[in-house]
C-alpha cells in the first residue's frame, strides 16, 4: 500500500525568531513509518523540521514542513498521488500569531479614539483592521519589552481538508488527544471528529495517562460501536497492516 503519514508540531511564528509550538516529538509518526516501510508499503512522512530525522528507515521518503500552511501546501502536492491510507498524526497547533503590539500602544490607541469606546462592536473592529499600534514583526522584536502582547487566531483544521483532498478510497485516520477525561467523553470527542472530518478511524489517547507513561490509544471507529486498544506502535502498525485485507 501507498501510506502518508504526517508528524512533529507546527511552529507558528510571531517574530523572526520566537514562535508557538507544542510539545509533540513525531515519535508515534517515525516508528510507524519505520514499521510499515519493512513490512514492504511505500511510505511518505512529513514531518516538522524540528523533528530529530535519526533512526528514519532509508526507504522511507521524508518531506519536511513548518507551520500549518506549509503542512496544508505538502498534502496538498501529496494528494495528486493516490493513497491507500493517511495516518494523520501531527499535533497542528490551535492559534497562530496575527500581529503584535504593547499594552501601551494599545492604550494610547483607544485614547486617541475616545469616541470609538462608546460602542464595543465598533471598538474591536478597528483595533483589528487598524495597524497603527502594532509592533513591527517581520524580523526580530526588541527583548526589551515588558508588556508585550501578541494577537492570535485560529489555525485552519487540517484535517477537515483531508478528504477532499485525498478522496472516498483513502482510508483515513486522524488523532485525538485529551487531558484527565472518562473513557466516555474521550469516545464521545473522537466520535464527533469522524462525523464532522468525514474521517474512517480516530486514534485517541489521555494525555494525563501518557504522562504516567500509558501509551493505550483507543481506536474509535466510523459508524460502529466497538472499539480496540492499542497498545503500542506496533499494535497500530498491525491495523494498519490489516486495512488491505478487510
Known sequence: MKILITGGP????IDEVMKITNMSKGS???SLANDLAERGHEVLLL???SVNLDNIDKSVKVELMDDA??????LEKASCAKYDVLVHAAAVGDYKADFCFSM???????YKNKALADNKDTL???????SSYHIDNDSKMSSGMDDL????SLTPKIISSLRKLFGNEAVIIGCKLLENVSESELLTAARG?????????????DLSKLRQGDSTRTLVKKDRDDVEYLKTHEDISDFIDSIKRR
Open 10 to 13: 507546527t511552529n507558528e511564528y
Open 28 to 30: 508515534l509518526s517515525k
Open 47 to 49: 514531518l516538522n523540521d
Open 69 to 74: 500552511d506549509s503542512l496544508y501546501k505538502a
Open 104 to 110: 501601551k500602544s494599545l492604550a494610547d490607541f483607544i
Open 124 to 130: 474591536c473592529k478597528a483595533l483589528v483592521s487598524d
Open 149 to 152: 502582547c501578541v494577537k492570535m
Open 193 to 205: 471528529l469522524i462525523e464532522k472530518n468525514d474521517v474512517d478511524y480516530i486514534l485517541a489517547n
